[in-house]
């Protein structure tokens, strides 16, 4: 389906009313799927306890139990603001098909939030970046992957 | 902390056996604080219909849950392969002291995982993913993000 002004406008109005309520931090996002929003989500990682809980997130939590299924190929995002490294894997994750959003990374900085750095950090080889980083014990976690391959009853996703 | 490797072998370990009970792909991780496990998650994207349940995730998520925080400075996550950039971030994002993993991106892509396509996009700028992406809006997104620094009540994070 085309971009659809009305559900830009719904995921910046969320954001602000959520973030007004205590939930969390100003964001928020709706899903889409043939011109009908059939899940919300906004910021709630103070209020849950949840560092994952961002927007995008949960509106993709909340779609995927709605639609009982992990796939949500058909279906767009609409987010009030340009998602973090974290949402934007879990957008493709999710399979879903287009992504609009309203403030950019650098307004989401300027309020405060990591993205800008993020997307640096991210963007590094494991060795280059300020996290702590150590890899050990390859192969014995590549025996599962071989036992994964050959796994005749696995659910592909 | 430092390094242990009984934490690494039991990431590991905790993702053959999910795994092979059909929980999800074959991936888990456990969060070590003052040299405890205090949490424990596996991949359950297929049983859970959840893209976002990726092993990390649901550590942090229980460990979170679990302490009642949204931070978990002070605490290392031990995971059986290199996170995804999601779960990447969701590491930043929880405050994690340490990563320690296994299986290299290059294991999880043999093994049918889009990571290394995934780093590669969140590494673009929007407009040159293959995601379909625009930005409308931006200046009504900005206003919420004023109205948050402005909030006297707000919970940083």
């Given at each position: 389906?085309?971009?659809?002004?009305?559900?830009?406008?719904?995921?910046?109005r969320?954001s602000g009313e959520?973030m007004e309520?205590?939930?969390?931090?100003?964001?928020?996002?709706?899903?889409?799927?043939?011109?009908?929003?059939?899940?919300?989500?906004?910021?709630?990682?103070?209020?849950?306890?949840?560092?994952?809980?961002?927007?995008?997130?949960?509106?993709?939590?909340?779609?995927?139990?709605?639609?009982?299924?992990?796939?949500?190929?058909?279906?767009?995002?609409?987010?009030?603001?340009?998602?973090?490294?974290?949402?934007?894997?879990?957008?493709?994750?999710?399979?879903?098909?287009?992504?609009?959003?309203?403030?950019?990374?650098?307004?989401?900085?300027?309020?405060?939030?990591?993205?800008?750095?993020?997307?640096?950090?991210?963007?590094?080889?494991?060795?280059?970046?300020?996290?702590?980083?150590?890899?050990?014990?390859?192969?014995?976690?590549?025996?599962?992957?071989?036992?994964?391959?050959?796994?005749?009853?696995?659910?592909?996703?």
């Open positions: 389906m085309p971009y659809s002004e009305q559900f830009l406008h719904e995921a910046i969320l959520k309520a205590g939930e969390g931090g100003p964001f928020a996002a709706v899903i889409v799927k043939n011109g009908k929003i059939i899940s919300k989500g906004w910021n709630c990682v103070t209020s849950e306890n949840d560092p994952t809980a961002h927007g995008e997130v949960m509106a993709i939590r909340n779609a995927c139990h709605a639609l009982e299924t992990f796939s949500l190929e058909g279906c767009e995002i609409y987010s009030s603001c340009e998602p973090c490294p974290m949402c934007l894997a879990a957008i493709y994750w999710a399979r879903l098909d287009a992504l609009y959003f309203a403030g950019s990374m650098a307004d989401a900085a300027a309020a405060g939030f990591d993205d800008r750095f993020l997307y640096e950090e991210v963007s590094k080889p494991w060795n280059l970046r300020t996290l702590k980083t150590r890899q050990a014990l390859q192969s014995e976690a590549q025996a599962v992957f071989k036992a994964w391959i050959a796994k005749p009853d696995k659910t592909a996703y």
